[in-house]
């Protein structure tokens, strides 16, 4: 299983840019399992900025990003997505695609998650 993440870029503060995640099998369409968005930013730890269960019918986000990013499904095209508005200098940092084989409940650790994606750079100037 793969998953290729895209769409980041350099953008101003209060820019918008939706990060995509293709998964190569139906790792994404099924909706058993969790999926994920991590973001790391320069010498931090990575975190977890959303996540979703679509058999549970749950979402969580990062308190960080509430009420600013969405993360979203096509399960059709196993797609993952994360629409991000409002970004801000804060939000720059590599954001990564996740996807677990085991957990159906959204979660935030990354031993949750067994497969990844290459990571995507977003970088937000003031």
């Known amino acids: 299983v793969q998953l290729q993440a895209s769409g980041g870029g350099s953008v101003q503060a209060g820019d918008s840019l939706r990060l995509s995640c293709a998964a190569s099998?139906?790792?994404?369409?099924?909706?058993?399992?969790?999926l994920g968005w991590f973001r790391q930013a320069p010498g931090k730890e990575s975190v977890a900025v959303a996540s979703?269960?679509?058999?549970?019918?749950?979402?969580f986000y990062a308190d960080s990003v509430k009420g600013r990013f969405t993360i979203s499904t096509d399960n059709s095209k196993n797609m993952l997505y994360l629409e991000m508005n409002s970004l801000k200098p804060d939000d720059t940092a590599v954001y990564y695609c996740?996807?677990?084989?085991?957990?159906?409940?959204?979660?935030?650790?990354?031993?949750?998650?067994?497969?990844w994606g290459q990571g995507t750079l977003v970088t937000v100037s003031s």
């Open positions: 996740a996807a677990s084989n085991t957990i159906a409940d959204v979660t935030t650790a990354r031993t949750h998650y067994d497969y």
């Open positions: 979703i269960s679509r058999v549970r019918g749950k979402i």
């Open positions: 099998v139906r790792t994404v369409g099924t909706g058993r399992y969790a």
